[in-house]
T-cell receptor
């Protein structure tokens, strides 16, 4: 059974710092991995999607990497800003044709001005 | 693109009452998911539909929960009778899943916050 773990559960950093969020999964047989952001009282917003054949994806100050063989992904946030404060969740998609995702518990990030 | 639309945004009801949550997926998406989020258990998949057909409802906690998707643009999640432990945020999400667009991102609605007293 696929399990997704995110460490740490919470993280607080000063503004401007570069940071890394971690995600691990137990079964390397995945089709893709997605990183989401969730603001309080809101739904999840997709940030980056890495296909199983890819090693990384970048969007602005965000860079996500994927190492399938070791069951790990990282989300790198450069030059963090207070507006980056949110909960970040990763989710893996097992081999199927219906799009089902399995989520981690998330890392709650606070960027202090 | 209006995104995934859920209603109501908030629902407060008394134990024993019937609750119906509604979702309109993004037009053109053929997969629809109902998730429940709590502090204790995180984000749990309750049920998902592909082309309006329920594919996996193993996440539905009890027979009190039921979901329907009568057409491609509407789905409901019903709880009858509701209990205090059903209090949570319920999210609907949609995506396109197909042989040529296999890796479509999942789009979430803003959720319905349910409180059962």
């Amino acid at each position: 059974k696929q399990e997704v773990t995110q460490i740490p559960a919470a993280l607080s950093v000063p503004e401007g710092e570069n940071l890394v969020l971690n995600c691990s999964f137990t079964d390397s047989a995945i089709y893709n991995l997605q990183w989401f952001r969730q603001d309080p009282g809101k739904g999840l917003t997709s940030l980056l999607l890495i296909q199983s054949s890819q090693r990384e994806q970048t969007s602005g100050r965000l860079n996500a990497s994927l190492d399938k063989s070791s069951g790990r992904s990282t989300l790198y946030i450069a030059a963090s800003q207070p507006g980056d404060s949110a909960t970040y969740l990763c989710a893996v998609r097992p081999p199927s044709n219906t799009g089902k995702l399995i989520f981690g518990q998330g890392t709650t990030l606070q960027v202090k001005p | 693109d209006a995104g995934v639309i859920q209603s109501p945004r908030h629902e407060v009801t008394e134990m024993g009452q019937e609750v119906t949550l509604r979702c309109k997926p993004i037009s053109g998406h053929n997969s629809l998911f109902w998730y429940r989020q709590t502090m204790m258990r995180g984000l749990e998949l309750l049920i998902y539909f592909n082309n309006n057909v329920p594919i996996d409802d193993s996440g539905m906690p009890e027979d009190r929960f039921s979901a329907k998707m009568p057409n491609a643009s509407f789905s409901t999640l019903k709880i009858q009778p509701s209990e205090p432990r059903d209090s949570a945020v319920y999210f609907c999400a949609s995506s396109f899943s197909g042989s040529s667009s296999y890796n479509s991102p999942l789009h979430f609605g803003n959720g319905t916050r349910l409180t059962v007293t």
